[in-house]
């Protein structure tokens, strides 16, 4: 059974920093890029970041563009969202996802995931 596990959620004041993980069991994410998604209470569903499977190319939503740093190591199945400077918008459910191949246009939609994890609660107070 293919699995994602987030972890790492919890709660933060503003300005402070969080580390969230995922790791990926049940098969080889090999050529797959994996991405992070979030969705705050009354809100649709929003990327956030995609990372290759080289980890060359990443690709962040502005709302998180120089604040947020996301890396993998591919001999654990593992990919690493660090979130620094967290602001309460940051608030939300954070979901990773799995689909094989690169494409920014397929995960901005978020629409198609072959995996998704279950998510990790993100609170960040004001």
């Known amino acids: 059974q293919v699995q994602l596990v987030e972890s790492g959620g919890g709660l933060v004041q503003a300005g402070g920093s969080l580390r969230l993980s995922c790791a990926g069991s049940?098969?080889?994410?090999?050529?797959?890029?994996m991405g992070w998604f979030r969705q705050a209470p009354g809100k649709e569903h929003e990327f956030v970041v995609v990372?290759?499977?080289?980890?060359?190319?990443?690709y962040y939503a502005d709302s998180v563009k120089g604040r947020f740093t996301i890396s993998r190591d591919n001999a654990k199945n593992t990919v690493v969202l660090q979130m620094n400077s967290l602001k309460p918008e940051d608030t939300a459910v954070y979901y990773c996802?799995?689909?094989?191949?690169?494409?920014?246009?397929?995960?901005?939609?978020?629409?198609?995931?072959?995996?998704w994890g279950k998510g990790t609660l993100v609170t960040v107070s004001s």
């Open positions: 996802a799995a689909n094989l191949g690169y494409s920014t246009s397929v995960f901005r939609t978020g629409r198609n995931m072959e995996y």
């Open positions: 990372i290759s499977w080289s980890g060359g190319n990443t």
């Open positions: 049940g098969r080889t994410f090999s050529g797959y890029a």
